[in-house]
Structure formats: C-alpha cells, structure tokens
C-alpha cells in the first residue's frame, strides 16, 4: 500500500524587507526525468549534473533501476547511469510507484509500450485521480496493452509490444507528455513514428533525442509542429548538464516582483522558448526582468535572471500561451492579483487535469485572499488589487505543489499572512524552496505551523 506523506501546514508572513541575493533554482524537472530515461535507454554511461532532486524525479531513478539500468548517484545532483539499450529494459519484480508525478507516469507509459515486458505503475492519492487514456490510447497502436481503473486511472498494467508497430498520431491537445510518450515507444518500432501537434509544446524530449544520436526531423506546421522519428536507432551515452527550472524560477521571481524594493538574481536559469511564457508575460505587464549571460548547456539556451520590483498591468494572455507556460498559470495568477486593472487568462482547459483541477484551484486560492475572480468556460479572469492582495485566508492545495508554492508566494506580498494546508508536496519538485525564500527574505518568512 502506498504511503501518503503527512501534511505539512504553513504559513507566510508578508516580508518586513525587500527580497535581496542571489540564488539557483532546482534542475529543470522535465529535463531530468528524461536524462534518466534516456541514460538508461543509451549504450554506455550517462554523466548527468544539475539532477533535480525532488520526490518525482527519484520515483523516476527508482523505476529506471528496477526496469534493469544501473543508476547511481555520485554527488547532489550528480549521477550515473549505465544504460541497457534500445529494447534491453527488463520486467521489474515489483510495481513501479510514481509518487506524485504525472510526468514520469505518462512518459513511462511510452517507455515501456515498446518493451516486451508485464509491469504495474501506481501512484500516491493525487496521480490515482489523474486520466491516463490520453497516452494509453495512442499507445495502443503500437501493439501494447493496457489495462487501468475506470476512468483510465492509475493502477495501470502495461504488457508492452514485442515488435511495436510506428505510430502515426495527431495529439488532440497540446500535451509535451503525450507527444513524448508516442515518441519514446516509438524508440523501439521499426520504421518512422510521426506525431503531429498543432501546438508547439515544449521540445525537450526532441532536443534530448537528438543529444543521444536519434534522427529526429521538426517540420513547422502553422502554429504546431510534425515530428517524426527514426526507430530502433543506437542511442548512445552523452553527458546531461540540467538547467534551472524555469518553473521553479518564477515563485522567487514573483515573489520579488510583488515585494516593493526587492532586487533578486536567479542564476542558470533555462530559457527554451517553448518553456519561458510566463516571462515574456511578466514582461507584458510591466515586470522589470532581465536575462544576462546567455549560453547553451546540454543543447538548451540557459541566462541568469535579474528580476525587480515595481509595478504591474493587468493585461489579456492569449490562449496559444498556454503550452509555453501551462504550470506557471497559479504563480502568474498571484501576480495579477497585485497588478492594476484585469488580466484574463484564456484558454485553460488543460489546467483541469494537472495534479489537481487547476483552474479551480487557483480561483480558490485568490478567492480566499481577498481577490476578485472569476472563470469563464476556460479563462481565468482576475481583477488586480493595484498593490498587495488583502490576504488573510487558507489555501487548500489538493496535494499540488504549484497550488502550495503560489499561494505561499501570494502571503509574502499581501497584506495579512497566507496559510496553506499542507506544504508537503513542494518537496516532490522544489526541496528547500521555504529554506530559499527565506534566506531572500533575510528571516523566516515561510514557516510551519501545528495542524
């Protein structure tokens, strides 16, 4: 039986002085999950530096050991894996346990639908709520079977195709997820896997792709992309250098935004196009934030961030955003409510699957702070308080880490401290974000409380 973490109340204070230093940020999640997938599919060893080491990446690292790689860790965030090859993953003894992580579930999916192998996936309370048929059904053309609860739910057992058949798929919604996992099983299939998006959604999986020796060709198709892929090719062993989440990067940065005289640097930072929405949207709004040091590191642009305080404008987001920034809605949400004027967030329907419903969880959250709200079909309208939020109010998080975090952030700019029900979660993508927020805030702004 899985065992759920024990909630971990707490509060934020609003800060007494600006935010000031200079930090990093966890590895980039998405990136680190498939430099441990990739590492284990590889011929030879895989150096990977900069692992995010959160819960959601481990419960990767852990299922790629039972499906047979060798990994190991050397240092923090600096780890070995020494692959099995293209078709060489073994069946694991045991259920493979996902934890909190959508991501990891969904790309395993794929993974393992090209391996002639039987396993079990399951996951903690808030994974076993969250549909999986968006990647089983595609899936199934290869040839591999799936069986899950109802609903496509989490338990899954997979018996994957002993010669998995290319798939050919349009994804009905913009999902980097999906596409990946067409393309990971495609991996082992003869012939050419071809997935058509008409959104471009973050391209890491075809850059990490490319890294390890696949051939991967990217047409542009208006406003999405076709990919298509070269099967049972040689991956072999590259070193991974795993950059900032940008993710991760924009509650700090949010934070400094809304706290007045706060100047806050967060140093190597990825800036791949189809991840960085959220600041060319912060920007929009009159966010003073600037990227210096532009470099690539493991084939993905990286910058250091100076972001500032000052004031925001509510402004309307454009719903082909949404693939380029679909986790930083929540946090994006808390700075509208500080800004003057509204800013409407259209076209977040896929906010409604994520680790919890989203969308209405955000709305919940500025709502209990004392925020005018609203949502319409899939926009999410919010009417800034022109300064800091009146706060005052507890957030439930519905186990979601991005929930969690962006309400914590909307406490240090609001003017009456913010609770939230459990903090736990934060710790399965950003370990040590109270710990860093404090040190900006130069004391203990985040803290614990009894339950």
């Known amino acids: 039986m ?3 973490a024990t909630p971990r109340p707490s509060l934020a204070r609003p800060a007494t002085a600006p935010l000031a230093g200079e930090v990093t940020v966890p590895g980039d999640k998405s990136i680190s999950h498939r430099a441990l997938m990739f590492g284990a599919l590889a011929v030879g060893t895989t150096e990977i530096t900069g692992l995010l080491e959160g819960e959601d990446v481990l419960r990767t ?3 790629m050991r039972a499906l047979g790689a060798q990994v190991t860790q050397l240092a923090p965030g600096h780890w070995r894996v020494a692959g099995r090859g293209i078709g060489g993953l073994v069946e694991p003894a045991e259920v493979l346990d996902m934890g909190n992580s959508g991501t990891a579930a969904r790309l395993l999916c794929g993974l393992l639908a090209g391996h002639p192998i039987f396993a079990v996936m399951t996951g903690d309370a808030s994974l076993r709520k969250r549909p999986m048929k968006r990647v089983t059904d595609p899936l199934s053309a290869t040839g591999a079977r799936f069986a899950t609860r109802a609903g496509g739910r989490l338990p899954l057992a997979v018996e994957g195709a002993a010669d998995p058949l290319p798939l050919d798929y349009a994804v ?8 990946s996992a067409c393309l990971l099983a495609g991996l082992c299939a003869r012939g050419i896997t071809r997935v058509a998006e008409a959104e471009a959604t973050r391209d890491h999986t075809e850059n990490m792709l490319r890294h390890f020796g696949a051939t991967v060709h990217v047409a542009v198709q208006g406003a999405g992309r076709v990919i298509e892929l070269t099967g049972q090719p040689e991956l072999v062993a590259a070193p991974v250098v795993v950059p900032g989440d940008p993710s991760s990067a924009a509650f700090p940065a949010v934070a400094a935004l809304l706290v007045p005289g706060s100047a806050v640097t967060i140093r190597g930072v990825g800036m791949n196009k189809l991840r960085a929405g959220l600041f060319a949207t912060l920007a929009e709004m009159g966010a003073a934030i600037e990227a210096q040091s532009h470099r690539l590191e493991g084939g993905e642009p990286v910058a250091d961030l100076v972001v500032r305080a000052g004031t925001l404008r509510g402004i309307e987001v454009p719903a082909e955003r949404a693939p380029s920034m679909i986790d930083e809605y929540p946090v994006l949400a808390v700075a509208a409510a500080a800004a003057h004027g509204t800013t409407r967030m259209r076209g977040l329907k896929e906010l409604r699957v994520k680790e919890s ?6 709305a919940a959250l500025l709502a209990a702070n004392g ?7 899939d926009d999410l309208i919010v009417h800034g308080a022109g300064g800091p939020p009146p706060g005052g109010g507890r957030v439930v998080t519905h186990m979601d880490h991005r929930i969690a975090m962006s309400a914590l952030v909307l406490g240090l700019g609001a003017r009456a401290a913010v609770a939230v029900d459990d903090a736990a979660f934060i710790e399965t993508s950003f370990p040590g974000f109270a710990a860093l927020v404090n040190r900006l805030a130069g004391g203990a702004a985040i803290t614990e409380t009894a339950a």
């Open 357 to 362: 419903d989203r969308l209405a969880a955000t």
């Open 172 to 179: 009905p919604v913009a999902s980097a997820q999906v596409k």
């Open 61 to 63: 690292a852990a299922a």
């Open 371 to 377: 925020v005018a709200v609203e949502i319409e079909g």
């Open 2 to 4: 899985h065992a759920e």
